[in-house]
């Protein structure tokens, strides 16, 4: 199946700071990509659809000013945490859906823990 | 979306075959079901996608009955290696929507 990664798998950043995390496609073209985000022993939570070329749709509770997700090209978005805080510790999931195969490929996620 | 419904854990033994059922009393015409597998710390990876009837790859086995308002996963002779949560989702074919995930399947695989 396709192939989606990425980076950093893990980091801990001090409380206040940003933390950027991309997300790429590696062998086809993403025109939407997705975030999640996983809490502890919980399910897997939709944030917000990346689109390409255009602004992202963020489900209700997101804040789009502190999750700030960027979707230059066909292959890349990046979601930037913003002023990070301890509760923004979490596990974040990217996935790109590929429209010739009809499935969703999740990336391995991104573990982010804010002291 | 039509909600799903899932035993919350499941327990069996090495070489056993595991069905999971899930509930979607409310499944739209154009909906498909798909499972998801996840282990600790991953991202969650596609098992297997169907409509109606059986769909089998090499990995699992989908069930689904002709009123499609529940769908069983059958996973033949599973190992350790099994041990993950299990989604059950609906909704129309992936890749263009996000996906609404329930509160999934814990299978504990023992020796």
């Known amino acids: 199946g396709a192939v989606v990664s990425q980076h950093p798998s893990r980091v801990i950043c001090k409380s206040g700071t940003s933390v950027k995390i991309e997300c790429r496609s590696l062998d086809f073209q993403a025109t939407t990509m997705f975030w999640y985000r996983q809490f502890p022993k919980q399910s897997l939570m939709l944030m917000a659809t990346s689109n390409e070329g255009s602004k992202a749709t963020y489900e209700q509770g997101v804040e789009k000013d502190k999750f700030l997700i960027n979707h230059a090209s066909l292959t890349l978005s990046t979601l930037t945490v913003t002023s990070a805080h301890p509760e923004d510790s979490s596990f974040y999931i990217c996935s790109a859906g590929d429209l010739l195969t009809y499935e969703q490929y999740f990336g391995p996620g991104t573990r982010l823990t804010v002291t | ?74 996973l033949p002779r599973v190992s350790l290696s099994d041990t993950a949560v299990y989604y059950c989702l609906v909704g129309e074919r992936g890749g263009a929507d996000g996906l609404t995930f329930g509160k999934g399947t814990h299978l504990i695989i023992q020796p």
Not at chain 2, 23 to 33: G, L, R
Not at chain 2, 34 to 47: A, M
Request: aromatic residues 10%; glycine residues 4%.
């Open chain 2, 1 to 74: 979306l039509a909600k799903t419904t899932q035993p919350i854990s499941m327990d069996s033994y090495e070489g056993q075959e595991v069905n999971i059922t899930c509930s979607h009393n409310n499944i739209a015409t154009n909906d498909y079901i798909t499972w998801y597998q996840q282990f600790p710390s991953q991202g969650p990876r596609f098992i297997i996608q169907g409509y109606k009837t059986k769909v089998t790859n090499e990995v699992a086995s989908l069930f689904i009955p002709a009123d499609r308002k529940s769908s069983t996963l059958s």
